[in-house]
């Protein structure tokens, strides 16, 4: 990684201490008050605030839910979850990376190939890879997360670039309860998979700690396309006071697989096997403030990526990234608030190794380390009118690059409550996502004088809760894109433009104790022809019963319809049943069965990659 230089050093470690110090003088938190704000937040506003008060659409996937799916892999787990949120997959276990790689994500029709325009966040941490600028699917494991937040709508204001088409933002789990406590996990089933974790807490006073082990393997659905993955993550934390805490986290990964399919896209009699060894590992520090007037967190991270593929000839990558993410959010005055942030990353990415040759100057393969810079000031203010009836929010992000020179980035919307139980809202949004490594300088096609990317988005949101057995809400959404980075005449250029627009439908109910039901709906209409991994129709339907008191059943309904996968392939139109039944049978100790697509469903989302039929895991789980 690039050094940094002193000036800038002295110019970050400033910055940091303007904003911690705006909370140094408030008052502590008051915390007899307590507010009715519904379901919490962070994201989209960077403090807990209430879902009906933001005029952005933020839909949230909680722990329970994500265990539901009996699923290890994060983004399997919320796939169908979330109304216009379609992740791509192939295999009964892994994501890969590369040539066949899966785990794209789209939200409303837009994430780019590989996913760049959705931004994977982990407690407000920005994610991907610095080549080309997108996440690691694998990376994202479900047993040390809390909930799952996601931004349906640019996000390019709080978060900065690759938010254009929305954000997902994991939120880790906090060592909450007083003691020792850990969890160990595991499940075998079909195709000779198994998944394992041991999760640990550890609160003692002022100090926490959770550490999270995971351990997954497969044979896959086809021989050879095998798929291994180690994972540890730990989380560090000290409460120096109620007003100032501090929390360190590192985690790391590595995955091995292969993939026999891909070769005989081409090749039909091919007998190659792609093979991937990808290590990903990410380290944060950071301090946070909590007064009743004013609240922040300053948070330096470090990222890095080495991987390994050979498909067929040898290809090697290295890249980093470091940051600092600092903001304050402060009430001026009665029913306002005003958020102050800025952020401050380096990335850097270098290929010594592709096709079997190592780099030479004057390569299109192989390039030597490149590096961006970029730093961004940003404000967002939102003010009550009317005790609560009519909120008004704005914010503007300033965004600087060395390489993409100043962008302007604007976001603004209202919520109104105009009757017990209703909430209207309206907004509009800009985003945006600077051009990857890879569309630059690699490949005969590559551009060094791309600009950034960009989209408006406008939408409208109506939300009514009936009572506390039901509660809807639709959305309508218009979103423009243009400069889209596109390979005319055998060169990347900022050709491209779409439009993008839909609907969305989610309802949850509780007719009865012990009994949840979640369904939603969303409609694509897009301006792009063979647009992949965006279906136009998407639906889904969760039941969660507790039959007895010892006896879980939780069950969920996909449905996919128009998903385009290749000229080759027909739209792909399919409905998936998978269900979970737990029993407890002692107090510390539940085993599990989980059954996925109980109707063997044949479907396929990648290209040649028929995903696998009626499988099913069974399992245990003891605490101690």
């Known amino acids: 990684m690039n050094r940094l230089s002193f000036k800038q050093c002295i110019s970050c470690a400033t910055l940091c201490t303007a904003f911690l110090s705006l909370g140094a003088s408030a008052q502590v938190v008051d915390t007899t008050r307590i507010y009715r704000i519904g379901e919490v937040v962070v994201t989209g506003s960077n403090h807990a605030t209430g879902r009906n008060l933001l005029p952005y659409t933020v839909s949230t996937v909680k722990s329970s839910q994500l265990e539901a799916t009996g699923q290890s892999q994060l983004l399997s787990a919320i796939s169908g979850q979330v109304p216009s949120l379609f992740v791509s997959e192939r295999n009964v276990l892994g994501f890969g990376v590369s040539n066949g790689g899966s785990g794209g994500i789209k939200i409303r029709g837009v994430g780019g190939s590989p996913t760049n325009a959705v931004l994977m966040m982990v407690d407000g941490q920005p994610q991907f890879a610095g080549i080309y600028s997108h996440h690691v699917a694998d990376f994202y494991e479900t047993e040390y997360v809390d909930r799952v937040e996601v931004l349906r709508g640019p996000g390019s204001v709080l978060y900065g670039s690759n938010a254009m088409g929305g954000v997902i933002n994991v939120i880790t789990k906090n060592a909450d309860r007083n003691g020792v406590h850990t969890t160990l996990s595991s499940q075998y089933g079909s195709y000779n998979t198994w998944r394992s974790s041991l999760v640990n807490t550890v609160r003692l006073g002022k100090f926490s700690s959770l550490v999270s082990l995971g351990y997954d393997r497969t044979d896959g659905i086809e021989d050879d396309f095998d798929f291994k993955q180690g994972s540890l993550y730990v989380k560090l934390g000290y409460d120096f006071s109620q007003t100032w805490k501090q929390r360190a986290d590192y985690s790391l990964m590595n995955f091995v697989g292969n993939d026999p399919i891909y070769p005989k896209l081409s090749k039909s009699e091919s007998t190659d096997i792609y093979h991937q060894n990808i290590t990903r590992g990410e380290a944060s520090l950071s301090l946070s403030n909590y007064y009743e007037r004013t609240n922040g967190c300053v948070r330096i991270y470090y990222s890095y990526g080495n991987h390994y593929i050979d498909d067929p000839k040898h290809f090697h990558s290295l890249d980093d990234r470091f940051g600092v993410l600092a903001y304050q959010n402060v009430r001026p005055w009665k029913d306002a608030s005003v958020t102050l942030g800025f952020d401050y990353d380096t990335y850097t990415g270098k290929i010594p190794v592709s096709g079997g040759n190592a780099h030479t100057e004057g390569s299109i393969s192989t390039i030597s380390r490149k590096s961006i810079t970029e730093y961004s000031p940003y404000i967002t203010f939102s003010q009550d009118w009317f005790e609560g009836a009519l909120i008004l929010n704005a914010g503007l992000r300033m965004a600087n ?27 509009l949004s800009e985003g945006y996502r600077n051009p990857s ?7 005969r096609s590559a551009n060094p004088e791309l600009d950034p990317e960009r989209m408006m988005n406008y939408e409208v949101i109506v939300e009514k809760t009936f009572s506390r057995y039901f509660s809807m809400d639709v959305t309508g959404y218009y979103s423009k894109g243009d400069n889209l980075i596109q390979t005319v005449d055998m060169k990347n250029e900022n050709a491209g433009r ?16 012990k009994l949840n ?57 399919y409905v998936l049943l998978n269900m979970k039944i737990t029993y407890m049978a002692f107090r510390a100790f539940e085993l599990f069965v989980t059954l996925n697509n109980i109707t063997n469903t044949d479907y396929m989302i990648n290209r040649g990659y028929t995903m696998p039929g009626f499988n099913g895991m069974g399992g245990f789980k003891v605490h101690f």
């Open 498 to 513: 779409f439009i993008n627009k839909g609907i969305e439908v989610s309802a949850s109910s509780c007719p009865i104790d």
């Open 517 to 573: 039901l979640r369904a939603s709906y969303s409609y694509l209409h897009t301006s792009l022809d063979n647009l992949t991994a965006a279906p136009r129709n998407q639906y889904f339907l969760g039941f969660g019963w507790q039959a007895l008191p010892k006896l879980k059943m939780d069950a969920e309904l996909k449905g996919i319809g128009g998903l385009y996968v290749s000229d080759q392939t027909e739209h792909q139109n």
């Open 437 to 443: 490594f890879r569309e630059m300088y690699l490949y």
């Open 401 to 427: 690059s060395d390489r993409f020179g100043t962008q302007w980035i604007p976001q603004g919307g209202f919520v109104i409550h105009p009757a017990e139980g209703w909430t209207v809202k309206a907004s």
